[in-house]
């Protein structure tokens, strides 16, 4: 949880160039990986990375987090390392002051992602037609409890809303891959929520 700034691998990470930039970054090394001293990303790409996450404050609301984006190691995909790496980033911004955390995804996948990190559907998107999820900071105990978290909307773990979020994928030309996952998570509904990584 720095301000750092480090190259990926465009090879075997997506988004590798949005790390180069300073700003907030959380990383999943790999096991027995020493990362303390990152090599300057004009250099040499950073190693033993399985996952990254930038994020920043909003620019108008100082109790709100953007997470924007989590990029995990291709040959780790499906293993949940994106959902807990989001979930520890959630949990300790609790302790830098912030009160809600947003992400913005750009297909199901990544929206069922966070979903088992605890975000859900807010029924917005920006302006680019990234579907927007939000959750609180700190921990999930009281979403694991219930679906329904009462008046506030933004926070409605229900079906309805998750369905609502993969409908508005459905409704654009998706790949065969996307539409089939949508397909099997609508039917499914939400995701459990994932743990918190120790």
Known sequence: WESVAFRLDHRRFAYAGKFVVPGGKAVVPEPGAAIDALPD????????????????????????????????????????????LAVFVADRAANEGFEEVRIA??????????????????????????????????????????????????RDRSA??????????????????????CERARERGPPPIVDAPT
């Open 41 to 84: 990303p004009h250099d040499d790409y950073a190693r033993g990375i399985l996952a990254a996450a930038a994020f920043s404050a909003d620019r108008t609301d100082p109790t709100t987090l953007w997470l924007r984006y989590i990029t995990v190691r291709t040959d780790r995909h499906g293993e949940g390392i994106g959902p807990r």
């Open 105 to 154: 995804v750009n297909n199901p996948f990544a929206y069922d992602a966070v979903y088992k990190a605890g975000f859900t559907y807010t029924g917005t998107s920006t302006g680019i037609a990234e579907l927007v999820c939000a959750r609180p900071t700190g921990a999930l105990d009281d979403l694991r409890a219930g679906s329904d978290r009462g008046p506030d909307e933004d």
């Open 160 to 181: 309805v809303r998750y369905r609502a979020g993969l409908d508005a994928y459905r409704e654009r030309e998706l790949p065969p891959a996307e539409r089939a996952f």
